[in-house]
């Protein structure tokens, strides 16, 4: 199946998912994490891209990003994949590649989604069973938009600005998303969007983006109307 071709829309925030080659640990160390998120920083400056939310878990990288240009994103991962890769194979003593092959993206609607989506992120870790609270987690970005510890590495977007009229009332207003989980629906929803580089949203917004950009924002309807001729001549042709 062709590789459908990256979203180039700056301004709008996507969700992106690095992983580990063979799903293998890409940090072993509090140095790891340290570093990458010190690249990420760098990454995300020269690249003009926002940090919304993130999360490092041992084999994965889960990242909330806006662009301001069209290929911000992709510059910015490239970037950040590169140094850490060499650092990698340096500090281990190792060669070879380190990450599963492109990194997976979904256009986020980020009126409908968007806080969903920093929960989806933040909440990774409870999911895994590594934490009870995603407070207890040093790794993510919830210490930051929850709490207020400056991590110098996040930007807060318009919708978690509107939670409150300061700093502090976003931060309670925030806190009180993560007092019911997300259900596995809505999980399972955010996670294939994501693997099959889709957009999330509404249907009107899936309309808007469809008409900006040059490919599909969803898949395609599984079987068809078997009773149509197209079908019946596609089905008598495929037996010969």
Not at 74 to 79: E, G, L, N, T, V
Not at 95 to 118: F, H, Q, V
Request: aromatic letters at 12%; a positive charge; proline letters at 4%.
């Amino acid at each position: 199946m062709a590789r459908l071709p990256r979203f180039v829309l700056p301004g709008h925030p996507q969700h992106i998912i690095i992983r580990g080659n063979n799903r293998e640990a890409i940090f072993y160390a509090d140095e790891d994490y340290k570093f990458y998120l010190s690249k990420l920083r760098d990454a995300c400056k020269k690249h003009d891209c926002q940090l919304h939310a993130y999360v490092l878990m041992t084999n994965h990288v889960h990242l909330l990003m806006t662009p301001n240009t069209e290929n911000g994103i992709s510059k910015a991962i490239q970037m950040l994949g590169r140094y850490y890769v060499q650092y990698f194979n340096y500090s281990y003593k190792r060669t070879g590649t380190l990450w599963e092959g492109r990194y997976k993206a979904s256009l986020i609607d980020s009126a409908s989604y968007l806080l969903t989506c920093y929960r989806y992120i933040e909440l990774n870790p409870v999911r895994a069973n590594m934490v009870d609270d995603p407070s207890e987690y040093p790794w993510s970005s919830y210490r930051s938009n929850a709490l207020g510890h400056a991590d110098y590495l996040t930007v807060p977007h318009i919708e978690y600005l509107r939670l409150g009229k300061t700093e502090l009332d976003c931060q309670a207003a925030y806190r009180g998303l993560f007092r019911n989980h997300l259900s596995e629906k809505t999980v399972e929803e955010i996670r294939a969007a994501t693997n099959k580089a889709w957009v999330l949203g509404s249907n009107y917004f899936k309309e808007q983006i469809a008409g900006k950009i040059n490919r599909a924002v969803t898949p395609d309807k599984r079987g068809g109307d078997r009773c149509s001729e197209e079908y019946l001549r596609r089905r008598d042709s495929n037996r010969v």
